[in-house]
């Protein structure tokens, strides 16, 4: 569960991921108000009976452990001046999963994003919206992201298909291994001067502050087109036309394809590494 931060409104709000679930840290969020003292504001915040009503409702909706019979305790206590629920007395009560701490040194109270936003519209209804508007940002990060390694993994089960094709068809049984590395490496390069216009090397020269090769920066789009051009080259080496017949034809394809995937509504055609 490794920590990671976002910046809303010159504030440093970190988050981790359980089951694909952002939990924010509220110790960080009651920094817009207090900040020496955070968990004063957060131990202000749960003591409201408008809180302890709404976490108990979160709670029943996604916790099946959720001890109603504790809550019900805590409940009919809230609202009286002499009140106050903590954190961990919340956890220990209730079961809590909504809510969770990190004691010690650093120590920490994070929330579900539900409830980490229902704090932050307590404190600022501005930061409410910032913060919001921040953790949608990185949704859609994420989405772009995932999609894209989705690409990338079908780039390589073609690319399977692909050299199979050229070892079944392009590579002569007395062939040293350097000879047969250049046969995969120098079809591979055809494909790149396809789609891209020009080969790895000259990829790497013209870049060389950038790690990985030239497929790590590629678009969405560009990767769906090359697992395309690595299927339909293995079709046209099967069918015995030369690498100079070949290549003429794929980069039809190409321009075709990224035309095409280019005026699809909402198309994504951004890289997902910074190409400098």
């Given at each position: 569960m490794a920590k990671k931060q976002v910046d809303v409104q010159g504030i440093k709000v970190s988050y981790i991921k359980i089951k694909d679930n952002d939990y924010i840290s509220l110790t960080d969020i009651a920094r817009v108000r207090e900040s020496e003292f955070p968990s004063t504001i957060i131990q202000n915040w749960m003591r409201n009976k408008n809180t302890v009503e709404?976490?108990?409702?979160?709670?029943?909706?996604?916790?099946?452990?959720?001890?109603?019979?504790?809550?019900?305790?805590?409940?009919?206590?809230?609202?009286?001046?002499?009140?106050?629920?903590?954190?961990?007395?919340?956890?220990?009560?209730?079961?809590?999963?909504?809510?969770?701490?990190?004691?010690?040194?650093?120590?920490?109270?994070?929330?579900?994003?539900?409830?980490?936003?229902?704090?932050?519209?307590?404190?600022?209804?501005?930061?409410?919206?910032?913060?919001?508007?921040?953790f949608q940002r990185l949704k859609q990060d994420e989405s772009k992201?995932?999609?894209?390694?989705?690409?990338?993994?079908?780039?390589?089960?073609?690319?399977?298909?692909?050299?199979?094709?050229?070892?079944?068809?392009?590579?002569v049984s007395d062939l040293k291994k350097e000879q047969i590395n250049y046969v995969y490496a120098n079809e591979s390069?055809?494909?790149?001067?396809?789609?891209?216009?020009?080969?790895?090397?000259?990829?790497?020269?013209?870049?060389?502050?950038?790690?990985?090769?030239?497929?790590?920066?590629?678009?969405?789009?560009q990767l769906l087109v090359l697992s395309n051009l690595e299927s339909y080259n293995a079709i046209l080496i099967e069918q015995g036309l030369k690498q100079s017949q070949r290549i003429v034809q794929l980069n039809q394809v190409a321009k075709k394809q990224i035309e095409v995937l280019s005026n699809k509504p909402n198309g994504l055609n951004k890289t997902m590494k910074t190409s400098g």
């Amino acid at each position: 569960m490794a920590k990671k931060q976002v910046d809303v409104q010159g504030i440093k709000v970190s988050y981790i991921k359980i089951k694909d679930n952002d939990y924010i840290s509220l110790t960080d969020i009651a920094r817009v108000r207090e900040s020496e003292f955070p968990s004063t504001i957060i131990q202000n915040w749960m003591r409201n009976k408008n809180t302890v009503e709404y976490l108990g409702v979160w709670e029943k909706l996604y916790n099946p452990n959720f001890n109603s019979i504790e809550f019900d305790r805590i409940d009919k206590e809230s609202g009286r001046n002499s009140f106050m629920l903590t954190p961990k007395r919340w956890i220990s009560a209730v079961n809590s999963i909504g809510i969770i701490t990190k004691q010690g040194r650093y120590a920490d109270t994070l929330a579900h994003r539900d409830i980490a936003f229902k704090f932050a519209g307590w404190l600022s209804v501005e930061f409410e919206l910032y913060i919001i508007k921040e953790f949608q940002r990185l949704k859609q990060d994420e989405s772009k992201l995932i999609e894209w390694n989705a690409k990338r993994e079908l780039a390589k089960v073609n690319y399977l298909i692909h050299t199979d094709a050229i070892k079944e068809n392009l590579i002569v049984s007395d062939l040293k291994k350097e000879q047969i590395n250049y046969v995969y490496a120098n079809e591979s390069d055809m494909l790149n001067v396809a789609l891209f216009g020009l080969t790895a090397s000259i990829w790497a020269k013209n870049n060389p502050d950038k790690k990985g090769n030239m497929r790590d920066y590629a678009t969405i789009d560009q990767l769906l087109v090359l697992s395309n051009l690595e299927s339909y080259n293995a079709i046209l080496i099967e069918q015995g036309l030369k690498q100079s017949q070949r290549i003429v034809q794929l980069n039809q394809v190409a321009k075709k394809q990224i035309e095409v995937l280019s005026n699809k509504p909402n198309g994504l055609n951004k890289t997902m590494k910074t190409s400098g």
